[in-house]
């Protein structure tokens, strides 16, 4: 089995926001799927993808503010024509990955029970975000 879905996440404020539930909810047929990879890609080159702890909230908080020590606004950036936030977040985003994939077993994703899947908005202002998810995988009437 091949499925494709393409959605539109609402547009988050800066920072790392969970977005596990968006993307379970948007592959039904994941509930089919006895063993199989869910990759999900993010369609844009100022957000970003990762998987991370899910329970704490300081987390999100200690990932940004991680983040923006290593890849500083004011660094002497070129590109510079998009705002102070614009350069930052292309860096960002390549650091963090446009995409990830996860196992799925027996219907459900394979994520560890304090990982969740994160979307990462590296623009103040970035707007709404479209993910390209595929489902891969067997079910039981494929074998």
């Not at 494709?4 to 996440?9: D, E, F, G, K």
């Not at 799927?33 to 200690?62: C, K, Q, W, Y």
Request: aromatic residues 6%; charged residues 15%; contains cysteine.
């Amino acid at each position: 089995m091949w499925v494709q879905h393409r959605i539109q996440l609402p547009a988050y404020p800066r920072g790392f926001h969970i977005i596990t539930e968006h993307v379970v909810s948007a592959v039904q047929e994941l509930r089919e799927v006895r063993v199989g990879l869910l990759h999900v890609f993010v369609m844009h080159t100022s957000a970003s993808l990762t998987i991370n702890e899910n329970a704490d909230p300081d987390v999100p908080l200690d990932m940004e503010s991680s983040l923006n020590a290593i890849v500083p606004e004011n660094f002497p950036y070129r590109h510079t024509c998009e705002g102070p936030d614009d350069m930052p977040a292309h860096v960002k985003a390549s650091m963090m990955g446009s995409s990830i994939t996860v196992p799925v077993s027996d219907g459900r994703l394979c994520l560890g029970t304090w990982q969740g899947i994160y979307l990462c908005e590296h623009r103040n202002h970035g707007g709404n975000r479209t993910l390209i998810l595929t489902l891969q995988g067997t079910s039981d009437s494929q074998h």
